[in-house]
């Protein structure tokens, strides 16, 4: 018994040690060009060495309605819808982006921005989740134009037009463009994207917090049909306080917010 508890107790030392060092290994402020750290101190730079791993559920978008004209100038309102009927223009780039420093995964540098009023709520976001022991990080955040053509048609490549159009944007339909938008993720996922993240303990924190901070979860389950999206716990939108509080109370989407629903 005496020797069990000795043990125990190195053991705890050992632990606590560790953790110490770990907590204190990396100032977020300090970051080397290139270097992201997780909310926790933590280096996760290269947690996701592999492809990034998007598991979704298979739905059926149906018909698309009308599509709205392009949207081709930067807007402070922080409440501009994008989705498939509201595109933005090729030309749509804000010029006002700051990086973001709790990241996760190894996404390209040019995908780690945010525009400054998203970005600070985001930082604060993470670090009121730290506070509760949770780490949620940023998988990428703004994505160019460019980048969406990209993407969308590598998916094309790979699936076919029909199955790549149910699962991910057309270049101009990502409200990623806006520099508002952000993929998240959690160690308890293993930084994936999945839908059970909806019910991972920080993907449950994030639902019920993330308007305290101005954001909302944009494509909730069960409202696929008005987003014209599958189920998305991991994909954040900076709305602002205001509204994000509405939307989270009223357990609606940003389109019914705007009246966008037919
Ligand atoms: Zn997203």
Redesign the pocket.
């Known amino acids: 018994m005496h020797n069990t508890g000795c043990f125990t107790m190195v053991a705890v030392l050992v632990l606590i040690l560790l953790l110490g060092f770990a907590a204190g290994c990396s100032a977020p402020e300090a970051l080397p060009t290139g270097v992201c750290a997780g909310a926790l101190g933590t280096k996760v730079e290269k947690v996701m060495q592999k492809d990034p791993v998007i598991l979704r559920s298979d739905w059926d978008p149906g018909t698309p309605r009308e599509p709205a004209p392009e949207i081709a100038t930067v807007t402070d309102d922080w409440l501009i819808l994008v989705n498939k009927t509201h595109p933005l223009s090729k030309e749509y780039a804000p010029s006002d982006m700051v990086r973001i420093q709790y990241c996760v995964g190894d996404h390209a540098e040019s995908m780690r921005y945010m525009r400054p009023e998203a970005a600070e709520h985001f930082h604060q976001m993470a670090e009121a989740a730290v506070q509760i022991g949770y780490e949620i990080g940023i998988r990428t955040a703004y994505r160019s134009y460019a980048q969406q053509y990209n993407i969308f048609y590598s998916y094309v490549a790979r699936d076919g037009e029909e199955a790549a159009n149910k699962y991910s944007a057309r270049p101009g339909q990502s409200e ?1 463009q806006t520099g508002l ?1 952000a ?1 998240v993720t959690s160690p308890s996922v293993n930084y994936e994207m999945t839908t059970d993240y909806g019910q991972a303990p920080e993907g449950i924190w994030l639902a019920e917090n993330a308007h305290r901070f101005g954001f909302i979860i944009r494509y909730p389950l069960g409202k696929e049909a008005i987003t014209g999206y599958q189920y ?1 716990p991991w ?1 954040v939108r900076y709305v602002g306080a205001e509204a994000a509080a509405e939307i989270y109370e009223r357990g609606i989407t940003l389109e019914e917010y705007l009246g966008e629903v037919e």
């Open positions: 990623h938008s993929d998305e994909h």
